[in-house]
């Protein structure tokens, strides 16, 4: 399993507060440092899968000490490597009740965070990417050339925004949400205006077979968002390739959007409502995908009170979720039917 380095940093006088802390904690390799300016610092090496675990213990006990700072950092190797026990159960209280059926180890929720975040930020490289993908996208799509569509999939930077956008309704973290959402917003606007600049350069036929695929949703499609979405999520939290597993939620959510715009800037307007409304289904079912993953992996703040507002921002997003979702089938189902 993967290491990782927390290290600790304290004014000397709290040293032996967190020696005692550590005491507690059975077979955990750590160790004290020296440190210029009189402060106290203590390295802890553990699992990955037990970082969070020692994390929340030093956050508990000094997160208003002044001088306090708990770094964490990813371990190539180590030897020998260290045996670290499994976490004693948490008591069952009214405040700490958590739903968690873990699918393997999984980072803690800070370093999650924090690779999360700069995925949602709205910068010049996502747009940059997301421009050429969605160039690449639309050349694939006007020749019918399934090569050239998954070359675009590989560079749309589309799971970042989408997996932030999950972690922050599970944490109720409504900053990193209007970030995600406004990356994802933007993200949109973006695909939709160039593709559909290029449905006027382009000799687009509503009838070519790969956007013909995109006009018409059916259960398969809404089965690839949901695989994806859960994809992308554990790609963030066990460490699998982002980069791999971004092409599935790309394959999601890029083509659709693309032939919405060459559509409408060819004037098949009835063709691009159908490839939006496909697009549309597909980003909530990513969302519902990935917000499911991070309650089933045991996603939560750390303080108590945080919890039962995340819970009800979970839950209320999930209904909101499936209720959108349950509309846009039937308006599939109206459609073809």
Known sequence: MPERLITIVLPQGQGTEALALMEKQEQLTYWQEESAGGQFVLSVL???????????????????????????????????????????????????????????????????????????????????????????????????????????????????????????????????????????????????????????????????????????????DIILALASGCAGVLAFTTGASVVVIGVMVAVALLPPLTACGLLLGAGFYPEAMAAFVLFGTNVICVNIAGLATFLIQGISPRMWWKSDRAKKASLNALIIWVTILMLLIGVIIFWQY
């Open 46 to 220: 553990t699992d990955m899968d037990q970082s969070e675990r020692i994390m929340d213990i030093f956050q508990r006990s000094f997160s208003l000490t002044k001088g306090f700072r708990l770094i964490l950092l990813p371990v190539e190797a180590s030897l020998p490597r260290a045996e670290v026990p499994k976490p004693p159960p948490e008591p069952e209280s009214a405040n700490k009740k958590r739903f968690n059926l873990r699918i393997g180890a999984r980072i803690s929720r800070e370093e999650l965070h924090a690779d999360l975040a700069d995925s949602a930020q709205l910068s010049g490289l996502f747009a940059a990417m997301l421009i050429l993908a969605t160039i690449v996208a639309a050349i694939g799509l006007a020749r019918s050339n399934v090569a050239v569509i998954i070359g675009a999939m590989v560079i749309a930077p589309l799971l970042g925004p989408n997996v932030a956008l999950a972690l922050a309704t599970c944490l109720a973290d409504w900053k990193l949400g209007r970030d995600a959402l406004k990356t994802l917003l933007a993200g949109m606007v973006i695909a939709i205006v160039l593709s559909i600049s290029m449905g006027w350069m382009l000799d687009v036929d509503a009838r070519t077979p790969e956007i013909a695929n995109r006009t018409q949703a059916g259960l398969s």
